[in-house]
């Protein structure tokens, strides 16, 4: 100890004395045989403390995660705001939950309606352990256009989420990067097959952001989806107001009650052709 701060041994003995007054200390003695001192383990929670914006924070981003359809995420930030909770005392708990609950009511306010996918927890389940241990997987993916079903056999290296969700894979078939939508993803095997992660592979600089939030007074929204976009269109949710209506010819118009024109025009281009707008009649012709 005297040789980790600089100081005489008796100065060494003075600090430790000092903290035996704060803090309980323990004495654990190695195979060197030398003594070290540390404080009992459990005591600094006591002094970890939180504020309602920390925890407003954490439930907002619970509600965007369940906006998104993470599913696995909302579990495991409920899991970290039960273990919070438990460091902190009823008293605590008490006089900040009249701040805590208007915080997160004014967070809910921000946010942001739009499309999410519906996704399979036990399919991202196993993507994300195998991401972590960096094994091979082999998916059963239903092709976009095509929509047959194959079994492919790629190395996972993380997920980009927006208004679709993708997995990030090496595809050593086709020797490339792939993106495979998680939605088109019906099946998952992880593999005892190891791989070796390319140390130069960035997803932050591979993922493409998209748009920010615009806001405006709602409106009738109507968008009709040819027989052929149907199928995937019915897997979005686009709006909490939606109803969905098939048509006999296969394809499906969705309705609800919504602003953001400038969002949902961007959106409605990642769909191409295979969407129509029924209403606003003008909507293409607003600025």
């Not at 239903?142 to 989420?161: A, C, D, I, M």
């Not at 989806?225 to 969905?244: G, I, K, N, S, W």
Request: with cysteine; net charge negative; charged share 30%.
């Amino acid at each position: 100890m005297a040789q980790e701060i600089g100081k005489s041994r008796r100065t060494a003995e003075r600090f430790r004395d000092a903290m035996e007054q704060v803090f309980p200390l323990e004495i654990a003695e190695g195979d060197d045989r030398i003594k070290r001192w540390r404080i009992q383990r459990g005591y600094l929670n006591r002094l970890i403390s939180f504020s309602p914006d920390e925890l407003a924070d954490l439930r907002t981003a619970k509600a965007l995660m369940e906006q998104e359809g993470r599913t696995d995420a909302v579990d495991r930030l409920s899991d970290l705001e039960a273990k919070i909770q438990a460091l902190m005392s009823p008293q605590e708990l008490l006089r900040m939950d009249p701040d805590l609950e208007a915080l997160t009511e004014a967070e809910g306010y921000a946010m942001r309606p739009g499309p999410r996918p519906k996704l399979d927890e036990d399919l991202i389940y196993k993507l994300r352990d195998a991401v972590k241990s960096c094994r091979a997987v082999r998916i059963q993916y239903e092709g976009r256009e095509s929509g047959k079903l194959s079994w492919q056999t790629v190395q996972p290296y993380g997920f980009l989420y927006g208004h679709r969700h993708y997995l990030i894979a090496w595809f050593p078939y086709m020797e490339d990067w792939r993106n495979f939508p998680l939605t088109n993803i019906h099946a998952v095997e992880v593999q005892n097959e190891g791989f070796t992660r390319d140390l130069e592979f960035s997803l932050k600089d591979y993922a493409e952001r998209s748009f920010g939030v615009f806001q405006e007074e709602p409106f009738d929204v109507v968008w009709k989806f040819t027989p052929e976009a149907a199928r995937d269109a019915r897997d979005y949710v686009f709006h909490p107001t939606q109803t969905l209506e098939d048509q006999s010819d296969g394809s499906l118009i969705v309705r609800f009650h919504a602003g953001g024109h400038r969002e949902m025009a961007w959106h409605l281009h990642t769909w191409g052709d295979a969407v129509e707008v029924l209403e606003p009649e003008d909507f293409w012709e607003w600025e």
